[in-house]
């Protein structure tokens, strides 16, 4: 199981493969800022599918449940708490 | 040293460095030495370690799955599901009377080509479908993305009498297995060019829709996204969501940074233009800018192509055209002259924009503005800016004034100003012609080098280009060294080795 920081430096990728080399902080707005597009939303997805066995089709998706890495984490708590 | 003399050596230098698939230099008057480069695929794709292609697919197969798996698209209305459709200004969800209105001319446009055998590619959730299959004979609606196309039976349950007429399919829009040549009437793509992985894939698109559309009938690809445009739709955005205090200089690389992470197809109206002289099954091709009233990224920076297959082409002799730009007419003197040309024809080109002449002053403000100029200083340079152009919906609301006139716009000349023209036809002389055959003017033939842009790509493209120069400014003298690299997707060549220009 993966922890905060391999979120951190995923998202800090993915920023930086769009051109944003900002400071990052784990409260920042990640989509609904626009500082990741709706299709980077899919590399988030796709992560924590392939990394936390999460399963969205069953628990449903909504943006602001990934706009941050804080919430990103505690996604993969509670998923996890649920499994 | 003699231009060809030049040429040839900027050619044989360019063809040994391993970006270049191809190359042509030519020199005219107006920009000196033009240089296209055709990239090679591989090199670029190696610059960036990325997979293109299959990959963009299946990512934006993933982005409307998703779109669907909320709990909003689980309550949305019948035929109204607008999830996902945000705005890029705002970063919000379009307000929905916005998205009704674009709706609702759509279907209003694809209704005039008298559809009774449609395929649709890229159906989503039917908000066409909804509207368009009640009155044809068949309707086959395709998309790529099972969640969405799961959303689109469950609303079809809720309609039984459409169901016997609707054929639902899942698959890729290049995908035309087990349809016959000619079996429709009409095929429609609205809003999903964009989210193709290049043109080439657009172009395998549009061979096989050409293959399937019986002569007479259309192929209606709505809201496609202008690239002649792209510069001042990117720096509208940014300039929208800038900070008073932000400096032009930082604007300018946030503008640099948004094309070079644009991760969706632009297409220049040209690219539909090139189609029919690839394709004889073409007979014409229209192109408009979008209806409505409502002020959004839409009615400013989108375009719909309508392919006319088979039939005769009827465009009457040259139509002569005055040209706006010499009076600067306002609406209420266009007005007056038809009011006074009752029965005459009647062709204005080149008229200003307003929706966009803001988009456009400011994009020219800021590629000269001083670095220190704060975006709050922009937007009161603009403010003092005065408004000349007119709105394409004015003209168009011109028709149910009771003048008699009919009024046709088109979009087809691609200028960078964004300007469009416009054909008053008496209602008489119509003749029951929904769509009369006219000769709009045409893009310069330059606007037919760049077609498209390649999503995704900016910055490995960029890259190319500064090597590239690099290339040349090691190697060759300095007067010879270009100025500017433009990457192409291909180079038409006449006769020998010289560029179609």
Not at chain 1, 51 to 61: A, C, E, L, W, Y
Not at chain 2, 132 to 140: D, E, L, N, T, V
Not at chain 2, 317 to 324: A, D, K, V
């Amino acid at each position: 199981m993966k922890g905060k920081t391999e979120i951190h430096d995923f998202v800090r990728e993915l920023l930086t493969n769009s051109g944003d080399d900002e400071p990052l902080v784990d409260q920042d707005s990640l989509l609904i800022s626009g500082r990741l597009q709706s299709i980077d939303a899919v590399e988030i997805v796709v992560f924590l599918e392939e990394n936390f066995g999460i399963d969205f089709t069953r628990i449903g998706f909504d943006r602001e449940q990934i706009d941050s890495i804080d919430l990103i984490y505690a996604l993969t708590q509670t998923t996890a708490a649920g499994n | 040293m003699q231009d060809n003399r030049a040429q040839a050596i900027i050619e044989d230098l360019l063809r040994k460095h391993p970006g270049v698939k191809d190359t042509g230099v030519f020199f005219d008057d107006r920009d000196g030495c033009v240089v296209l480069v055709v990239p090679d695929d591989r090199y670029l794709e190696n610059i960036s370690g990325r997979a293109a292609g299959s990959n963009v697919l299946s990512k934006w197969r993933k982005t409307f799955d998703l779109s669907q798996l909320t709990k909003e698209a689980a309550s949305a209305p019948v035929g109204f599901n607008t999830i996902g459709w945000n705005s890029s200004y705002t970063r919000q969800p379009i307000h929905t009377d916005e998205i009704r209105e674009w709706v609702e001319n759509t279907v209003r446009d694809i209704l005039q080509l008298a559809p009774k055998t449609v395929y649709e590619i890229g159906c989503g959730t039917g908000m066409l479908l909804m509207r368009i299959a009640p009155g044809s004979k068949r309707y086959a609606a395709a998309d790529f993305s099972p969640v969405v196309l799961n959303r689109l039976r469950e609303q079809l349950r809720t309609v039984p009498a459409l169901a016997e007429r609707v054929e639902v399919m899942e698959r890729s829009a290049d995908n035309f297995e087990g349809i016959d040549d000619d079996s429709f009437d009409t095929v429609v793509l609205n809003s999903v060019a964009q989210y193709f992985p290049s043109a080439a894939y657009l172009t395998e698109v549009m061979e096989g829709a050409i293959r399937i559309v019986k002569p007479g009938g259309h192929i209606y690809v709505g809201d496609n996204r202008s690239l002649p445009l792209l510069p001042a739709f990117e720096s509208s955005v940014e300039l929208f969501q800038a900070a008073d205090a932000m400096r032009a200089d930082d604007l300018r690389t946030r503008i640099r940074r948004r094309e070079e992470r644009e991760q969706e197809l632009v297409l220049s109206a040209a690219y539909f233009l090139s189609l029919r002289h690839r394709h004889s099954k073409l007979s014409r091709v229209d192109i408009r800018p979008l209806c409505g009233r409502a002020d959004n990224e839409m009615t400013r920076y989108r375009f719909a192509a309508i392919l006319h297959v088979g039939g005769e082409i009827k465009a009457s002799s040259q139509e002569e055209f005055l040209n706006w730009t010499e009076c600067k007419w306002t609406l209420s003197e266009i007005r007056s002259m038809l009011m006074a040309h009752g029965n005459e024809r009647i062709g204005i080109k080149h008229i200003q924009n307003s929706r966009i002449e803001k988009d456009l002053a400011a994009l020219a403000i800021l590629r000269d503005a001083e670095d220190e100029l704060s975006a709050a200083e922009l937007r009161q340079r603009l403010e003092q800016t005065p408004a000349q152009g007119i709105n394409p919906q004015d003209l168009i609301d011109l028709e149910s004034e009771g003048l008699g006139f009919s009024v046709i716009l088109s979009w087809a000349a691609c200028r960078l100003d964004g300007s469009y023209d416009a054909y008053f036809v008496p209602k008489e002389l119509r003749q029951g012609i929904t769509s009369p055959a006219i000769r709009w003017p045409e893009p310069e033939a330059r606007e037919f080098m760049r077609l498209a842009n390649a999503p995704g790509q900016g910055k490995m493209r960029n890259e190319l280009i500064a090597q590239l120069l690099t290339h040349c400014s090691r190697q060759l003298p300095p007067e010879l060294v270009p100025r500017e690299i433009t990457l192409v997707d291909t180079l038409a060549r006449r006769g020998g080795s010289n560029i179609d220009s």
